[in-house]
């Protein structure tokens, strides 16, 4: 059944049209020439294939450091022993480096113009087996209002309290009084906030916590131009 599969199914034709000579002589060109840090990266991502870990990795750099250079050695590694890899990417730029490659959209077709009730219809009826149906067998859903529901464990929840943001403030920032001058006082801890208007709002708690006169202090992305540039040159 699955030699059936792959024989009618055009995506998975063209992923193992690759040859793996080919590939393979590409790898080794490109490995050959990663940095340490790429190879680390390389090792960790090829032993959880390996392994079956079925994992999520997250690479995080600056532009130009060799994120599509790591995606290419891994890509040509996998195609080299003859299994399928699905190069996606969110931008047209990104798109045209990889080999094989297809848009997000494209590729898990999804929807351009997003409503409430957009899906990704992925390529299969049954949800268990359709991109992305794996989500709780695909019994997650139905009518969408735009205010999703989420079950949060209860040992996470602040119950019973008459001011929750002000708990939490003095959870996260114990004796904040007496160690606001401390500099590494606040490099380990942070509070996140999925909205900006709740950012707001710890934000303006917490200066009220301080002494002091609040001060603002405003910065410029443009040099000021004097009217006659003699004047701020010396003869």
Request: net charge negative.
């Given at each position: 059944m699955e030699t059936i599969s792959r024989a009618t199914n055009s995506l998975m034709l063209e992923e193992l049209s690759y040859d793996t000579e080919t590939m393979n002589n590409e790898f080794n060109n490109l490995f050959d020439?990663?940095?340490?840090?790429?190879?680390?990266?390389?090792?960790?991502?090829?032993?959880?294939?390996?392994?079956?870990?079925?994992?999520?990795?997250?690479?995080?750099c600056y532009?130009?450091?060799?994120?599509?250079?790591?995606?290419?050695?891994?890509?040509?590694?996998?195609?080299s022993k003859g299994e399928v890899v699905?190069?996606?990417?969110?931008?047209?730029?990104?798109?045209?480096?990889?080999?094989?490659?297809?848009?997000?959209?494209?590729?898990?077709l999804i929807p351009i113009n997003l409503t409430e009730d957009s899906?990704?219809?992925?390529?299969?009826?049954?949800t268990s087996e359709a991109l992305f149906g794996d989500i709780s067998?695909?019994?997650?859903?139905?009518?969408?209002?735009?205010?999703?529901v989420i079950d949060i464990p209860d040992d996470l929840l602040i119950l019973n309290s008459v001011d929750p943001i002000g708990d939490l403030i003095s959870f996260v920032y114990p004796n904040?009084?007496?160690?606001?001058?401390?500099?590494t006082?606040?490099?380990?801890?942070?509070?996140?906030?999925?909205?900006?208007?709740?950012?707001?709002e710890i934000n303006e708690r917490m200066l009220t916590l301080f002494p002091g006169e609040e001060v603002e202090y405003l910065s410029s992305d443009s040099l000021a131009?004097?009217?006659?540039?003699s004047d701020a040159v010396d003869p």
């Amino acid at each position: 059944m699955e030699t059936i599969s792959r024989a009618t199914n055009s995506l998975m034709l063209e992923e193992l049209s690759y040859d793996t000579e080919t590939m393979n002589n590409e790898f080794n060109n490109l490995f050959d020439s990663l940095t340490d840090e790429q190879r680390g990266v390389y090792n960790e991502i090829m032993n959880a294939l390996v392994d079956k870990k079925g994992s999520v990795f997250f690479v995080y750099c600056y532009g130009g450091t060799g994120k599509i250079y790591l995606w290419k050695t891994i890509s040509a590694s996998i195609r080299s022993k003859g299994e399928v890899v699905l190069n996606v990417a969110s931008s047209g730029i990104a798109y045209l480096l990889l080999k094989g490659r297809r848009t997000t959209h494209s590729r898990f077709l999804i929807p351009i113009n997003l409503t409430e009730d957009s899906i990704c219809p992925g390529d299969s009826a049954n949800t268990s087996e359709a991109l992305f149906g794996d989500i709780s067998q695909g019994r997650l859903g139905g009518p969408n209002d735009g205010e999703p529901v989420i079950d949060i464990p209860d040992d996470l929840l602040i119950l019973n309290s008459v001011d929750p943001i002000g708990d939490l403030i003095s959870f996260v920032y114990p004796n904040i009084l007496d160690r606001f001058n401390e500099l590494t006082y606040f490099q380990d801890r942070a509070l996140l906030a999925p909205l900006n208007e709740v950012v707001q709002e710890i934000n303006e708690r917490m200066l009220t916590l301080f002494p002091g006169e609040e001060v603002e202090y405003l910065s410029s992305d443009s040099l000021a131009e004097c009217e006659d540039v003699s004047d701020a040159v010396d003869p």
